[in-house]
Every structure is written in structure tokens, then in C-alpha cells.
């Protein structure tokens, strides 16, 4: 007989079995669907640093919206959005409306409102922003006879490649607020990139969306978020030990997912998840959000930006002080300034105290220190 699989799920955007500590959030998007237009949450953005889940609570907020009889459109921020938002997208939303018949509740995998499905109508056939425009004009007079909406989910917006296109997306949905219809948007990126997009232009809407920066989870849902699917599937695991995986995911709901699947995967046939197994399992998460976790983040740094956290990295005390920084980098103060505000506008590091910055992603110290010559 095979062992019971992991029920972790480390994939990121992968929903995980149990999202913890995020009901607050949750709840305010939810009622921003039941509140109509004008209502702060119908515009969100959702921030915070890599594996700190702004990819699960977009997923969780299409269930909201879907529960609600809503219709999404889920993307993400790369080239060609607009593309495929009039291409596909938009369409495809229109095609099940045509094709559900009204009797039918249900269809993919979301409910329907009564009557919506079996519509006779049909969605105008432009591409590009005038395109988008009219599409969802069109979706949106049609719902709003029926109580509902669309929801457009939009993660990644720091993705370089595809701000043009995230830009005209925002300057559309904007004019739909304007009109007060039945629209509904959720962004979600890393620090810098919706810094971006709240100075842009056309994003002024956007500045008074709801903002919601991720946290750390508490110690009591990171143990929660550990324990719950551990017993779900049918092991037991101690108190200790759950209090042990929690303190080595540090809050963020990624290393729940990788530190659990890995203990876990230490021995899946033992009936009792023991103290060896946390200990090797934390050893292989770690490892392992080194290259899911750590290297794209510093891939996606300049290389003045590099060499400011390879002179952070020599530090084994948690923290680096601003002057040792610009000591090691052989660079003047305004120099160095310059660097540490970027790199806390990207979310990698903090302000630990005065004169003091610590990095933001648990275990980037040590992946840096591991790898000394590959950055």
C-alpha cells in the first residue's frame, strides 16, 4: 500500500489546503462585492514580498466573488494582457453565458445567477483598449440586470514586460468605476512594482483603492496552517513539533507549504511525524526555497543593488549597519542611501533600528553566504 500523500501544496500560487490568518482580508473583499459600487475593497492591491501569499488570496478572493454569482477574468501582468483579455478572456465569459442554459446554476465551476444563462448577445470584436472598453461595457450591461459582475484578478503587475499593456488595462477599468458599473479589480505585485503603478498617470482610481500589505502569518495560524492538513490526512505530530516548523517558516505562508511537504516527505509510511523529521525537513526546505525563492529575487536585481546585499550577507548577527555596508562597498553615504531606498521600496530589506537593516526574506542571508562568487 502506498503512504499517504504530502497534503501540502509548495507550487507557488498553488492554493494551499488551509489559508490561515488571511480571513480579515477575505471578509473585507467580500463585503466590498455585496456593498455596490463605490465601495473602497471593489479596488484592491495586494503587496508584500515573495511567498508572502499575494497569489493565494487573489485565488481566494475569484472564490469569493464566484460564490457570489460573479464572472472573472483572471491574468497576469505579462505582454500581450490586452491581447488576450479581448482574444479570450472576455469572450469566453460571454460564450458560457450564451451556452448555460438559465436553468443551470452551475458551469465550470462557478454558479451562475438564475436566468443569465442562454443570453442572445454578442461582445464587439475590437482589440486594444477601445476593444476592452466596449467588451466590458457590454458584459456589464448585461450583468448588472442580474445582480451581478466581473471580477478582474491581476497578479504580477511587476513584470516588466507587460506595464504598457497593465496601464491601459487600469485606465479601462477606471472609466467602468466612473460609470458605476458592476466591475470589481484585484492586483497584486511586489513593493516597487505597485509603488509603479500608483504613480502612473492613468492609475489615479488606483490611489484610492484598498490597500492590503501582507504580513508575516502569527505563530498561531503558521501552526494552525501546519497541524490542521497534518492530521487531516491522517498522521499525528506533537505540539513540539509543530511549534518547531512554525518558527522555521518565519510567518511567510510559502515555507509553511515547503516545510511542511518536506518533513512530511522525510518518512510519508511513519504513523507520527517525530523531531528528526522537522529537523530534516527544515534542512530541505531551505534548500529548496533557495533556488524557488532567493534566486529570483536577486536575479531581478541591478547589480548596484547586488553588491549592497553581498555587503549586507557578511553579517552572521541578523542585522548589517549602514556604515559597514558602505565600508565594504568602498561607496560615500549618498551613494549607499540611494541603494538602501530601493532595496526597501523592492521589499528585500528593512530597518532593523537606527542605522541598522536586516533583510525581509527569511534565509536570503544564508543563500547568499552559500553562493559567495554566483552573484
Known amino acids: 500500500m502506498a503512504p499517504p500523500r504530502s497534503p501540502f501544496r509548495p507550487s507557488f500560487g498553488t492554493s494551499p489546503p488551509l489559508v490561515s490568518g488571511r480571513d480579515a482580508i477575505l471578509a473585507e473583499l467580500g463585503d466590498a462585492l455585496d456593498a455596490g459600487p463605490g465601495a473602497a475593497g471593489r479596488a484592491a492591491l495586494l503587496t508584500g514580498n515573495r511567498g508572502i501569499g499575494k497569489t493565494v488570496v487573489l485565488n481566494e478572493a475569484e ?219 527544515v534542512a530541505a526546505a531551505v534548500r529548496e526555497a533557495g533556488f524557488a525563492l532567493h534566486e529570483p529575487a536577486i536575479n531581478d536585481l541591478s547589480e548596484g543593488d547586488r553588491a549592497f546585499v553581498r555587503a549586507m550577507a557578511e553579517d552572521d548577527t541578523g542585522e548589517s549597519s549602514i556604515a559597514d555596508v558602505e565600508r565594504r562597498m568602498g561607496r560615500d553615504h549618498g551613494y549607499v542611501s540611494r541603494y538602501r531606498a530601493r532595496l526597501i521600496v523592492a521589499g528585500l530589506v528593512e530597518p532593523s533600528r537606527r542605522g541598522y537593516l536586516r533583510f525581509t526574506i527569511p534565509y536570503l542571508r544564508e543563500f547568499l553566504q552559500s553562493r559567495p562568487d554566483h552573484f
Do not use: K
Open 63 to 281: 472564490a469569493l466573488a464566484r460564490e457570489r454569482g460573479w464572472l472573472v477574468v483572471s491574468e497576469t501582468a505579462t505582454a500581450g494582457l490586452l491581447d488576450r483579455l479581448t482574444h479570450d478572456g472576455l469572450p469566453e465569459l460571454a460564450d458560457l453565458m450564451r451556452q448555460a442554459p438559465s436553468s443551470r446554476r452551475r458551469v465550470r465551476g462557478f454558479s451562475l445567477p438564475s436566468g443569465l444563462g442562454g443570453l442572445e448577445f454578442e461582445l464587439p470584436a475590437e482589440t486594444g483598449p477601445g476593444g476592452l472598453r466596449r467588451q466590458l461595457n457590454a458584459l456589464t450591461d448585461v450583468l448588472d440586470e442580474h445582480g451581478t459582475g466581473v471580477l478582474v484578478t491581476l497578479d504580477e503587475v511587476h513584470a516588466r514586460d507587460g506595464r504598457a499593456d497593465v496601464a491601459q488595462l487600469c485606465a479601462v477599468v477606471q472609466h467602468a468605476f466612473r460609470e458605476e458599473r458592476p466591475v470589481a479589480f484585484a492586483a497584486a505585485g511586489l513593493p516597487a512594482a505597485v509603488q509603479d503603478l500608483l504613480a502612473s498617470d492613468v492609475s489615479t482610481f488606483l490611489r484610492r483603492a484598498r490597500r492590503f500589505v501582507l504580513e508575516p502569518l502569527t505563530p498561531v495560524a503558521a501552526e494552525e496552517a501546519l497541524r490542521v492538513p497534518i492530521l487531516q490526512a491522517g498522521r499525528e505530530v506533537a505540539e513540539a513539533e509543530v511549534a518547531a516548523m512554525a518558527l522555521a517558516t518565519h510567518g511567510y505562508p510559502y515555507l509553511v507549504q515547503v516545510i511542511g511537504d518536506q518533513v512530511w516527505r522525510q518518512d510519508p509510511a511513519a504513523p507520527r511525524i517525530t523531531a528528526d523529521h522537522v529537523r530534516a525537513g
